[in-house]
């Protein structure tokens, strides 16, 4: 019996038109391409294909000392009636050159030949313009290259230069003497390419350590359930920016009293001895271990009080430990010579403590002041009455909604400098005010809202947002802010890690087991304790394998982003190949090969042996 099915003429046509259709596609995708060999098949592209495809054969990475042989012989061009050039002692042991025709025309083609050279030896042929045979100025492209006996025969074509003084042809054979050493674009890359490795280590490392973080707050499965009632969270909102204000403004007076203290080492050394000393104290007596009776009010605020001193005591510290940093790395820069480094270090370290800790109060105040309110709501909703929780809610909603947009106007006024109020500051709080007080109408008094699932949208979307900028933009905008140098590179690699990372974090943080979860959440463990003893043990291994593909990554990617000032071998490498010194580019180009390829090996070792 045959079952074999007849061919469908359908679907012949639709494999035709398919067939038809990509053809079409491809044609058309030729003319926007302009694909055109015709260029290739030029003599001159070619010459110049071969050209550059041997010098970057040849890296510079070793090379000779050399000495030259220089021979000038007069030409005139035009021929003078008084005949051609001085004929050459033929007889003579030293290098020499014979022209032939001895004079000529500008525009004709001469042969130049050379006796008496070293063997195997090569040089330029030049046309030196002018009377003095010692002139700088030459032109022509032409080059000699000698045989075993020292001899050569190159043609060269005369330019249009015309002069009644003599002119001249200028042999240059250069021969190499003693050993092979390795070249200045040897040493430059070297150089260079240890930049390049550090600079990824560093923005590997920063962006790390800040990606972890974010990287929880953009799990789906960590933020779902996280629910709060309106009062909480509208509270929360408002704690925020307020915190954030004091918290600034109170720290950088810290930091200026710091500063009105001075600078002087032993006064530095014993600020920072005696701001933990007097912090431990504060906090034993604050937070006693265990108490036979209740205390009172007054109690309860003065150790209140006594905790937010010990707070200022240690950010006090910090400005001293920072001021200590920066004097004592000024002095041992200058001191330990080779190893001044170790002082630039511990330098730059007092100097980003010292910036960043004002920015680090504002954000524990804004936390701090934001977990204490959002508490006041939640037990405010469990407690008071419905009614009651329904008119606070639509105080504080329409407070906090005029409060975030109005900031987020102001914030469009900087950027975009508009000048109109109604734009940038009424309309905005108009709006936020509205949409709190709908919010806080149209929701149940006690109702809980998923907070956690905001959060987790407003994250992504700003860390989707900036990944897909990239790095090579980002390095343009830090060479702005900072400078050209690696440094710039090193912020630009570190914000596009910090983005990457997190992505590859939080979706990791996703994939975790919910058993493990589940049964940590059952004892009555709170949300950080979650996160330690549930989820950090599963993503330890990936977060390890994820953190060294990333600084693979980076040490590929900072080759490109010096290419925009960003630092590292991309600058040199982008220097030689505008100034058409393909050996040079070759040289830089093959220890990226190099770096990238031990890094690849070293990543996969080091992968298999800790996970």
Not at 92 to 98: D, G, H, L, M
Not at 114 to 137: K, W
Not at 440 to 452: D, H, N, R, Y
Not at 459 to 464: G, M, P, S
């Amino acid at each position: 019996m045959n079952n074999k099915k007849k061919a469908s003429p359908w679907k012949s046509i639709q494999i035709g038109l398919g067939t038809f259709l990509a053809l079409i596609i491809f044609a058309y995708g030729f003319q926007i391409t302009k694909v055109n060999l015709e260029e290739l098949r030029s003599e001159n592209r070619q010459q110049s294909l071969i050209r550059v495809t041997r010098a970057l054969a040849q890296p510079d990475i070793l090379e000779y000392d050399q000495v030259e042989e220089v021979v000038n012989q007069p030409i005139y061009v035009p021929c003078q009636q008084n005949g051609g050039s001085t004929p050459a002692d033929q007889n003579s042991s030293e290098p020499y050159i014979v022209i032939s025709p001895a004079c000529a025309e500008p525009g004709d083609v001469i042969q130049v030949e050379g006796f008496n050279f070293a063997p195997y030896t090569i040089g330029p042929l030049r046309f030196v313009p002018g009377s003095d045979p010692n002139n700088v100025v030459s032109l022509g492209r032409v080059n000699a290259e000698t045989d075993a006996d020292g001899h050569f025969i190159s043609s060269m074509e005369i330019p249009k230069r015309p002069s009644d003084d003599v002119q001249y042809i200028r042999a240059t054979l250069r021969r190499n003497i003693g050993s092979p050493h390795f070249s200045q674009t040897a040493h430059d890359t070297w150089n260079k390419i240890v930049e390049t490795v550090f600079l990824a280590l560093l923005a590997t490392v920063f962006g790390t350590v800040l990606a972890i973080p974010l990287s929880f707050i953009a799990a789906r499965n960590l933020m779902k359930t996280v629910k709060s009632p309106l009062t909480s969270i509208s509270l929360s909102v408002l704690g925020w920016p307020i915190g954030i204000l004091i918290g600034f403004v109170i720290v950088r007076g810290v930091g200026d009293l710091s500063a009105s203290v001075g600078s002087n080492v032993w006064i530095n050394l014993a600020g920072i001895l005696l701001a933990p000393a007097l912090m431990w104290l504060g906090i034993r007596w604050a937070l006693p271990q265990e108490e036979i009776t209740l205390p009172s009010q007054s109690t309860r605020l003065a150790r209140l009080g006594v905790i937010l001193l010990v707070v200022l005591l240690g950010f006090y510290g910090l400005f001293q430990l920072a001021s200590l940093a920066m004097s004592s790395g000024q002095s041992l820069e200058a001191a330990l010579g080779s190893f001044g480094f170790l002082g630039y270090f511990l330098f730059q370290v007092g100097d980003i403590v010292a910036i960043i800790t004002p920015a680090l109060g504002a954000l524990a105040a804004g936390g701090t002041l934001s977990s204490t309110l959002g508490r006041l709501g939640q037990q405010g909703s469990e407690k008071l009455p419905a009614s009651g929780i329904k008119t606070l809610n639509l105080v504080l909603t329409t407070i906090a909604g005029a409060t975030v947009l109005g900031l987020v106007g102001q914030l469009i006024e900087w950027l975009y400098q508009i000048g109109e109020p109604m734009y940038t500051l009424w309309g905005p709080v108009t709006v936020g005010a509205s949409a709190g007080f709908l919010l806080a109408v149209f929701t149940k008094p006690k109702e809980s809202l998923p907070i956690g699932m905001v959060v987790y949208s407003i994250t992504r979307t700003f860390l989707n947002a900036l990944r897909s900028v990239e790095a090579l933009v980002m390095a343009i905008v830090f060479v702005i802010a900072v400078g050209i140098g690696p440094f710039a590179g090193v912020m630009a690699l570190g914000l596009h890690t910090i983005v990457s990372l997190a992505k590859l974090y939080s979706e990791q943080v996703e994939s975790i087991l919910a058993g493990p979860l589940e049964a940590i959440e059952a004892t009555g463990a709170n949300r950080l304790q979650t996160i330690i003893y549930a989820v950090i043990p599963q993503i330890i291994p990936p977060y390890i394998s994820y953190t060294m593909y990333r600084w693979d990554i980076n040490v590929r990617m900072s080759t490109i982003i010096g290419f925009v000032g960003g630092g590292g071998i991309g600058f040199l490498l982008q220097q030689n190949i505008n100034l058409l010194n393909y050996r040079a580019a070759s040289a830089q180009m093959l220890a990226i090969a190099v770096v990238v390829a031990s890094m690849d090996y070293i990543s996969s070792v080091l992968r298999e042996k800790v996970i």
